[in-house]
T-cell receptor, first 117, second 112 residues
Framework: ETGVTQTPRHLVMGMTNKKSLKCEQHLGHNAMYWYKQSAKKPLELMFVYSLEERVENNSVPSRFSPECPNSSHLFLHLHTLQPEDSALYLC????????????????FGPGTRLTVL | DQQVKQNSPSLSVQEGRISILNCDYTNSMFDYFLWYKKYPAEGPTFLISISSIKDKNEDGRFTVFLNKSAKHLSLHIVPSQPGDSAVYFCAASASSNYQLIWGAGTKLIIKP
């Protein structure tokens, strides 16, 4: 496997279910990100992990719980979601976000299409 | 309030012609700008970027122009090819921050 992979690619869940999204990067990066993309809206950054430490949490509801056990893996645990949480969830990775004034490009996985019934 | 705006949800261009995608921003602290391209069922892929110390960056058929006084950037694709049909996202970053702030995207359709 190369690049950034995400599983599952599609997920349908009820509001009372608990599920997890998984992201794995094979690029040797040390920063990982979760984004939410709703229809016709900008990508919304949810969480950033740098060197396995959470450095950003953009006021995301507690029903979304991230976990970064090591620099290659990132999880998003989901519980008691709402129908409005239905969206494409994208994982990305990069070298440390800013070095020497340049911005380190983020590499994205294919996303998980989540539907909450 | 959106800090990065792509006001055209879609754009249709004849194959071989120039495609011009526009992006406006409001935060004067942004100092790095990127364009990403996204095909259906795939994640966004990086296309080209520009630092605020430059006003132009070129890579093959793709050129990004930055007008800091107008807080405007544009992506030019010439000549446009059918494989360029995708959604294009503009994103911006400030030195002090990890975050990329994204526009809502413009769907580019290249007509044969």
């Amino acid at each position: 496997e190369t690049g950034v992979t995400q599983t599952p690619r599609h997920l349908v869940m009820g509001m009372t279910n608990k599920k997890s999204l998984k992201c794995e990067q094979h690029l040797g990066h040390n920063a990982m990100y979760w984004y939410k993309q709703s229809a016709k809206k900008p990508l919304e950054l949810m969480f950033v992990y740098s060197l396995e430490e959470r450095v950003e949490n953009n006021s995301v509801p507690s029903r979304f719980s991230p976990e970064c056990p090591n620099s290659s893996h990132l999880f998003l645990h989901l519980h008691t979601l709402q129908p409005e949480d239905s969206a494409l969830y994208l994982c990305a990775s990069s070298a440390r976000p800013r070095t020497s004034g340049a911005y380190n490009e983020q590499f994205f996985g294919p996303g998980t299409r989540l539907t909450v019934l | 309030d959106q800090q990065v705006k792509q006001n055209s949800p879609s754009l249709s261009v004849q194959e071989g012609r120039i495609s011009i995608l526009n992006c406006d921003y409001t935060n004067s602290m942004f100092d790095y700008f990127l364009w990403y391209k996204k095909y259906p069922a795939e994640g966004p892929t990086f296309l080209i970027s520009i630092s605020s110390i430059k006003d132009k960056n070129e890579d093959g058929r793709f050129t990004v122009f930055l007008n800091k006084s107008a807080k405007h950037l544009s992506l030019h694709i010439v000549p446009s090819q059918p494989g360029d049909s995708a959604v294009y996202f503009c994103a911006a970053s400030a030195s002090s921050n990890y975050q990329l702030i994204w526009g809502a995207g413009t769907k580019l359709i290249i007509k044969p």
